[in-house]
């Protein structure tokens, strides 16, 4: 297997002079219209939480975003707020600020990790399939790698426009690498990965035969531990939907296997409304 470690290029999602106020670049565009990706609004939630309110002594063990809003190719600030500070537990709310309005939020769990309980506890099985050969050279312009599964579970395809997921017959995977610095002049922690990778449960989960017919309006991912390695696997568990609005969850992995789930509640779109931008890889 060919394993890439090195990003595409260094150019960064972000830009930012004071740790506060960001400026989006060119490949922050989502594919959903002239606003930010929901992957790096998440992404950027995600990072200045654990800057502004992680603790090395404690695992970030949940995540909850609020896409409230359109966020625009334009300047965002972030502001971090500590709820809770105990012995165990951290709780803590970070926002989107543009224009003057909170667009994007999200609320962090922080738990110290303790000795695990002697006893065992019904979980469903689930794997993934074998991380995909990926190509030395990777397209200049992509936002990540992604391979996914569907309609040929043992081979996959890549891309996120890929027909893998336009089917109904076959449980849906993928596997994920970002490829480029979230924010410039910064590495990308393993909680930022995972938050970023997970954010395609969405698409993922309620990606169907007509193709992604729902925008997520929220994002929630979970972690027992941290990610190792730069590969996220997502395994799509469920997609209940009624009256237009629809509920997808999944398992994320890392190369060791499962490190905790991620749901995504969406909104019915009209056919046409989704365009990844040509990215196939």
Partial sequence: MTVVSNPVSDEAFFSTADGEVFEPGPLAQGP??????GQLVSGLLGWAVERDAGDPDL??????????RPTFLEPVRVQTTVQREGKRIKVADVALIQRDTVVSRASAVFLRPTEE??????????????????????????PMFLWAYGKNPDAGAPGVDATEWQQAENQKFAWVRQVRPLVAGHTLTPFTRAVMCGEVTSPLTHWGTGGLRHINADYTLTLSRLPEGEYIGLAAQSQHSAAGIATGTATVFDVNGPIG???????AQPPNAFNPRGHSA
Avoid at 32 to 37: F, L, S
Avoid at 117 to 142: F, H, K, N, Y
């Fill in 32 to 37: 959903w219209g002239a606003t930010i990706g």
């Fill in 59 to 68: 695992l970030p063990a949940r995540l909850t975003v609020d896409l409230l």
């Fill in 117 to 142: 309980p002697d006893s065992q506890v019904w979980t469903a099985p689930v794997s993934m399939p074998p991380l995909p050969e990926e190509p030395v050279e990777l397209p200049a312009g992509i």
């Fill in 261 to 267: 789930s991620a749901t995504a509640v969406a909104l």
